[in-house]
């Protein structure tokens, strides 16, 4: 006899579920797979092997663009999870005050505008103040659209913090900045601490707005990454992807974790 | 009462506070005016909303008064912030910081006012005997029961050793037993201390067994200030009444008045009412009685004594309720005492004659 | 505003105000300038940027020809994005039911597998895409071998490859916001639908559909919205050919360097981006004013 199925189940759901699991999961998977085969071949598995990694590593290319990218992703992050911190501070806490609509929007413009426009809006404005291209400029690009990644956990966490906590250390004799020092901050830190992690994360992606606002000489990892692959494929090219995939699975997971640590 | 007059410890005169803008303005406060003596254990009682917290909060620093004045042992303390007023307080919701042992939670006062560690140590260890919780000080508050961080919370504010201890509900969150036993323990650190607590209770039970004096409040407005049995047995008006315990209202005629008694007729036989000095005129008025200051005996056939005819019986376990019936036809709850009675109550349909304490009705502002 | 906020949020408004704001204005002004020999702008107020959208000036009579080369580049990436969004719906509603119906135990665990490839480097997992579908790739390499065809298929540098990166792209944008609405539903409705003699592909068109509408609206336009102005995807994926509007935008910065055509594009694309925006915020205020 045939198992009745509960009610609210489709036939069909599931297998396309399936399917969009496949699709999202078996490119990456596939380009990690090949990473390690120690042949070139595409149809053949020539064994287990770390060569293409050991070659990339010797890049001094990539080596130079790995650089750049840890710089720019520390440097942004930090900044950006700074300003994102303030921001939430003034925006999360008190009473609603006039412009609190147009402040958000301005927090979440990075999101909205399309990243090639940003990165040519950006391209004009850092030509026509007279920045030089490159690592700076790079860095504030990032900066920019860093900040409402790092805002949402931050204000998620400090929403989520009721006011009491402030009233209690200021019923305590802690003035108005060791309260913050002493009880909100150290309250907000998974938050900040999780927007950091998207943020650097963000920032260690970026290929757009990177590609427009470098200069000479001023590779990052994507960038060299697209460079390679516009020549042609290597298997080097699997090993760097590879990498930083784990990068971004392990930051994402890290601060999907402790963004969700309660204290 | 003399050392009341010289040294209170807070003062409010005429306060008012509003919330919001236009149509969603709320009144918190509608010119309340208050005096807590020194080492008094004064109760704020009154319904949720009635603007208790708002009081609180003022005297504690974290709301400003929209007009008049609050003072502390006589100085004006208006202008001071949170953090420089020497009240302390004992927060809704503990507000224990999580991130911080019991220990630290402790000592945060005494850091911030920059005492020496030796002196924090010790009052760590004094504090946390007083409320028994020694061995708990390397514990964070999430590992502690509901009890337990309520200790905390206390701990730690008096642990600068206020001279004024505010306490927002501080039992309402735990169960019935626990509440019980920390009316008892509280009450004692109040006197042990000598710190002036001031109570913030919508638990009317909560706030005769433990004050010396006790603020009903409703809307904002204080309606009456006075020891538990003043409040009790003589309120001023029928939300007093009503609040607090159970109360029948009847209406009556005022036909004499003198100083504190006021002569009443009911149905007509003559009722000796207290009132205060301040209570309306001849007439009409309201008086509320309790069921328990209210006696009979079988019989009884109109005259000059006050008679009803019994409607329905309820059994409370130690007492019996009746519902009797006047002769102008208002209804009065009358309660005995089962325990030590020889003869049954009246059954349904039989005519009482009722008897009511002398002075226990009272004459009501309203 | 009092001024320990307006200190708090004066790095916000210095950073993005002046490092975004302040260049998207720039960019919308010079695109009413004239194109410099080399790159840059002339300070000459010109509309040559928009005219150009539209018509080509004819060499011998000088006169304004009306061509459709950069319009066919608009309108190839609205059909790209639609056919993007039609095929994210079609995948992402079944898994978001698929997902929202499980127990919530595993629920959040559907849900981290579908945000994840979301936060993975988007350049990689289109590179990814490209060296599995090219010719020479591993998915020729297997249907050659197993001799499902002789010659490679020419999947890479086609529309539908492109059509194909922007799914893989943004279908987590279809989904998340999809699930989010059946997770509300209540599924009490549909046996109450059922004891009423509805089947269950009625239920799904006349109860569940209606009730979550706002969320497949969202999703739609979170897929379209990005997919509008792509720039990885057809590029690598187009191979270079096919041009999107991000594309366009791009080359005149790079290649051709006439920044107010560049600069012009730029403004359409961002003003048709946030007028789907604006739907999309008022649409949200909407059913939460509703609630
Ligand atoms: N910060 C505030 N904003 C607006 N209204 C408030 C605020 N605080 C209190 N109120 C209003 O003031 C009234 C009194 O509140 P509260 O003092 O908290 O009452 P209680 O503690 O007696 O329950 C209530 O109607 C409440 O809604
Ligand atoms: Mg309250």
Not at chain 2, 37 to 51: A, K, M, R
Request: one cysteine or more.
């Amino acid at each position: 006899m045939k198992k009745s199925k509960p009610l609210s189940a489709y036939p069909g759901f599931s297998q396309v579920t399936w399917l969009c699991m496949a699709l999202l999961y078996a490119p990456i998977l596939v380009v990690a797979v090949y990473s390690f085969n120690a042949i070139r071949s595409i149809t053949t598995w020539g064994g287990f092997s770390l060569a293409w990694y050991a070659k990339a590593f010797a890049n001094p290319h990539i080596q130079a663009a790995t650089i750049n990218s840890l710089v720019v992703a520390v440097t942004a992050s930090a900044a950006a999870t700074v300003i994102a911190t303030a921001a939430a501070l003034a925006l999360a806490r008190g009473r609603g005050f006039r412009g609190r609509g147009g402040v958000f929007v301005l927090i979440n413009l990075p999101l909205m505008i399309p990243e090639i426009v940003t990165a040519v809006a950006m391209l004009i404005f850092f030509l026509a103040v007279g920045f030089q291209l490159g690592l700076l400029t790079v860095i504030i690009a990032h900066t920019v659209f860093c900040v409402p990644f790092a805002y949402l956990p931050i204000a998620a966490r400090l929403s989520g913090i009721e006011t009491f906590y402030e009233d209690a250390a200021q019923d305590l004799y802690a003035d108005r900045w060791r309260s913050f020092r002493f009880v909100l901050l150290p309250m907000m830190m998974p938050g900040i601490f999780a927007g950091l992690m998207l943020a650097f994360i963000i920032s260690l992606d970026d290929f757009i707005i990177t590609n427009m606002v470098t200069g000479p000489g001023t590779t990052t990892l994507p960038l060299a990454i697209y460079g390679m692959v516009r020549v042609g494929f290597s298997p080097e090219i699997n090993a760097i992807s590879t990498i930083m995939l784990l990068v971004s699975v392990f930051f994402v997971s890290l601060s999907y974790l402790v963004g969700r640590r309660r204290t | 009462m003399d050392s009341e007059q010289k040294n209170p410890a807070v003062e409010i005169r005429a306060v008012s506070k509003k919330f919001g803008r236009g149509a969603e303005q709320v009144k918190a406060l509608d010119g309340v005016t208050l005096t807590i003596g020194d080492n008094e254990f004064f109760t704020l009682l009154g319904p949720s909303g009635c603007g208790k917290t708002t009081l609180l909060r003022m005297i504690a620093g974290f709301e400003q008064p929209d007009d008049g004045g609050i003072f502390l042992f006589g100085e004006d303390i208006k202008a001071l912030p949170p953090h420089k007023r020497p009240v302390n307080t004992v927060f809704q919701h503990y507000a224990l910081f999580p991130h911080m042992t019991v220990a630290k939670n402790v000592a945060f006062s005494l850091e911030m006012l920059g005492r020496a560690p030796a002196e924090i140590e010790r009052t760590i260890g004094e504090m946390l005997a007083l409320v028994k919780m020694e061995q708990f000080a390397a514990r964070k508050p999430a590992q502690l029961s509901g009890g337990q961080q309520q200790r905390i919370a206390l701990a730690r504010a008096l642990a600068p050793r206020p001279r004024v201890l505010l306490l927002d509900e501080p039992l309402s969150a735990l169960d019935l037993k626990l509440r019980q036993a920390m009316r008892a323990e509280l009450k004692t650190m109040q006197q042990q201390t000598g710190i002036t607590f001031v109570f913030v209770t919508h638990d009317q039970e909560e706030a005769l067994t433990m004050s010396d004096r006790i603020a009903v409040m409703s809307g904002g407005r204080v309606r009456q200030t006075g020891a538990p049995r003043d409040i009790y047995e003589k309120p001023r008006d029928s939300f007093v009444a009503n609040f607090i315990g159970e109360s029948n209202f009847l209406t009556v005629t005022v036909e004499k008045l003198e100083q504190d008694t006021a002569w009443c007729r009911l149905d007509g036989a003559l009722l000796q009412c207290s009132c205060a000095g301040e209570a309306a005129g001849f007439g009409e008025a309201r008086v509320s009685i309790r069921p328990e200051q209210i006696s009979f005996s079988a019989g009884g056939n109109g005259g000059p004594a006050l008679s009803g005819v019994v409607e329905g019986l309820t059994y409370l376990g130690t007492d019996t309720q009746l519902s009797v019936r006047l002769g102008d036809g208002q209804r009065l709850q009358a309660r005995v005492q089962n325990a030590g009675r020889e003869q049954p109550p009246p059954g349904p349909g039989e005519r009482i004659r009722l008897k009511m304490n002398p002075g226990a009705a009272r004459l009501l502002a309203d | 505003m009092t001024r320990a906020r307006l200190l708090l949020l004066s790095p916000t408004l210095a950073m993005i105000g002046f490092f975004l704001l302040l260049p998207v204005a720039l960019m919308a002004v010079y695109s009413f300038l004239s194109p410099g020999t080399y790159g840059g702008v002339e300070w000459l107020l010109s509309f040559d940027a928009y005219i150009q959208f539209f018509f080509e000036r004819d060499f011998l009579t000088d006169e304004l020809v009306f061509h459709t080369s950069y319009l066919s580049i608009y309108f190839r990436s609205f059909v790209q994005a639609l056919a993007a969004t039609v095929i994210c719906l079609l995948i992402g509603f079944p898994t978001a039911y698929f997902i929202a119906t499980r127990p919530p135990a595993t629920r959040s665990a559907w849900v981290l597998l579908v945000t994840v490839p979301y936060w993975v480097n988007l350049l990689i997992r289109t590179v990814s895409m490209l060296f599995v579908i090219r010719d020479e790739g591993p998915l020729n390499g297997a249907l050659t071998a197993v001799g499902i065809v002789d010659a490679p298929l020419r999947i890479a540098y086609t529309d539908f490859a492109i059509a194909l990166g922007l799914v893989y792209s943004y279908l987590p944008f279809m989904v998340l916001p999809i699930y989010a609405a059946i997770e509300r539903f209540d599924f009490s409705l549909m046996e109450a639908a059922c004891d009423l003699y509805a089947g269950r592909w009625t239920i799904l068109r006349r109860i569940i559909l209606p009730t979550v509408k706002p969320g497949v609206v969202a999703g739609c336009l979170l897929v379209f919205i990005p997919s509008l102005g792509a720039y990885i995807a057809p590029d690598l994926l187009g191979g270079g050919k096919n041009l999107m509007i991000g594309n366009l935008v791009a080359l005149q910065f790079q290649g051709s360097r006439n920044w107010p055509f560049g600069a012009a594009a730029a403004v359409l694309l961002l003003s048709v981006v946030l007028v789907a925006l604006t739907v999309l915020a008022r649409r949200r205020a909407l059913s939460s004013a509703g609630n």
